[in-house]
């Protein structure tokens, strides 16, 4: 489930919450209705919190400053010159701490 996917099952969660207290209420079943009247609530809550979430990742990746390194090749083997990960590939990012490996070697 995406984040997005997430967002909006809790918004039609509480919609149904919300439709169900109002059921309940016309049939004068006021501890149901409150409970789903509480229910909706969290629901829209949980949505804000993830509207949130997803917002701070957005912002996370926009301000995050990029580290440029470079590939050591050791006999097949390839070092970051950041962090000392080792991989059997080359690739255009360090899987372990994320430089761009589009760096001058010294």
């Not at 919609?15 to 079943?29: C, P």
């Not at 909706?40 to 949505?47: G, P, T, W």
């Not at 070092?79 to 070697?105: L, P, Q």
Request: proline residues 2%; charged residues 25%.
């Amino acid at each position: 489930m995406t984040i997005e996917e997430a967002i909006q099952h809790c918004k039609e969660a509480a919609k149904e919450n919300r439709d169900g207290a109002l059921g309940f209420a016309r049939e004068h079943n006021w501890g149901a209705a409150t409970a789903c009247k509480a229910c909706a609530q969290e629901h829209d809550q949980l949505a804000e919190l993830l509207i949130e979430l997803k917002n701070r990742r957005i912002a996370d990746v926009n301000t995050k400053p990029i580290i440029h390194a470079w590939w050591i090749d050791n006999d097949g083997m390839y070092t970051c010159s950041a962090c000392g990960s080792e991989y059997g590939v080359m690739m255009n990012y360090c899987g372990e701490c994320g430089c761009r490996m589009d760096g001058d070697t010294p």
